[in-house]
């Protein structure tokens, strides 16, 4: 069975600031990872993912993640944040090896605020 | 291209009432994904179509849930009787296909209150 941790309910950042955001999994076999935000009242927007290849992914918005296998982590950062950052974020999981099915399994979320 | 569209936004229900939700994928997409994505937590996966067969549907609590994708194009999801926990966003999904990596769509949710 594949899963996600996000340990931190809530982080807080000042505008400006870096950010990250924690996220481990556990899959079987080897994982794509992805990152997805949240705003209130909307469905869930794709930021990034990492499929194979570099260990550092980049997407949208100026986030980036970094794949780490022998941590099994994959961290959500951006150098410097922005108030319109704030929002609700999920890292997911796939194991490559599920075959046709493909489905997510998602982390539990991690609010986002950003303090001007 | 248009996004994946879902409908109703919005819905309140009496428990033990039955309630149902339809989803149009992007056009092409063979692949429809539902989830239940209950306050303070993740979305979980209910069930996957590939075109109008089930792919996977371990999730499922098949004595109140179903799901259909006749046509292999729109679905719904249908609850009855529904229980106060079925309280939720229900989210649909589509994408080109498996078997190789495609990226996933989501739509913006139907909101379903049990009262």
């Known amino acids: 069975a594949q899963s996600v941790a996000q340990p931190e309910d809530q982080v807080n950042v000042a505008e400006g600031n870096p950010l990250t955001v924690k996220c481990t999994y556990s899959v079987s076999g080897n994982p794509y990872l992805f990152w997805y935000v949240q705003y209130p009242n909307r469905g869930l927007q794709f930021l990034l993912k990492y499929i194979t290849g570099d260990n550092l992914v980049k997407g949208s918005y100026g986030f980036e993640a970094e794949f780490n296998k022998s941590q099994t982590s994959f961290h959500l950062k951006k150098p410097s944040a922005l108030v319109s950052d704030s929002a609700l974020y999920f890292c997911a999981v796939r194991d490559r090896s599920g075959g046709g099915a493909d489905g997510l399994t998602f982390g539990k979320g991690t609010h986002l605020i950003i303090q001007p | 291209e248009a996004g994946v569209a879902q409908s109703p936004r919005y819905k309140i229900i009496e428990k033990r009432q039955s309630v149902a939700f339809w989803c149009n994928p992007i056009?092409?997409?063979?692949?429809l994904y539902w989830y239940q994505q209950i306050l303070g937590q993740g979305p979980k996966l209910l069930i996957q179509f590939q075109n109008n067969g089930v792919v996977d549907d371990s999730q499922l609590p098949k004595d109140r849930f179903s799901a259909e994708r006749l046509k292999g194009v729109d679905s719904t999801l249908k609850i009855q009787p529904a229980k106060l926990e079925d309280s939720a966003v229900y989210l649909c999904a589509s994408s080109l296909g498996t078997g190789r990596f495609y990226g996933y769509t989501f739509g913006s949710g139907t909101r379903l209150t049990v009262v």
């Open positions: 056009s092409g997409h063979a692949t």
